[in-house]
Nanobody, 123 residues
Framework: QVQLVESGGGLVQAGGSLRLSCAAS??????MGWFRQAPEKEREFVAA???????AYADSVKGRFTISRDNVKNMVSLEMSSLKPEDTAVYYC???????????????????WGQGTQVTVSS
């Protein structure tokens, strides 16, 4: 059974940092990514990392967030710094088991999802 379990969310002041982690079990994946969803908004892409080490970031987080992956432990992390109130959302870990090439940045490209972890940035 495939499971993605996120951890590391919480409350932080603007300008602060948080690290999210996602532990995957049940199989390995070509790509892993992070998405977020704020209240009354669509789920949006944040960052992705392929099995080859290629990365992609949303423009809104470039230079502030860093995605990394431990293939041995089957984990992906998201290091978030210089956080802003607009980064407040539920963050979801996602895993892609079908796209060998490319860096998927859409929700439909990912076939497994975690339960989400809340990140709240206060001003």
């Amino acid at each position: 059974q495939v499971q993605l379990v996120e951890s590391g969310g919480g409350l932080v002041q603007a300008g602060g940092s948080l690290r999210l982690s996602c532990a995957a079990s049940g199989r390995t994946f070509y790509g892993m990514g992070w998405f977020r969803q704020a209240p009354e908004k669509e789920r949006e892409f944040v960052a992705a990392l392929t099995w080859r080490g290629s990365t992609a970031y949303a423009d809104s987080v470039k230079g502030r967030f860093t995605i990394s992956r431990d293939n041995v432990k089957n984990m992906v992390s998201l290091e978030m710094s210089s956080l802003k109130p607009e980064d407040t959302a539920v963050y979801y870990c996602a895993a892609d088991s079908t796209n060998i090439n490319g860096i998927p940045t859409t929700t439909r490209a990912y076939d497994y999802w975690g339960q989400g972890t809340q990140v709240t940035v206060s001003s």
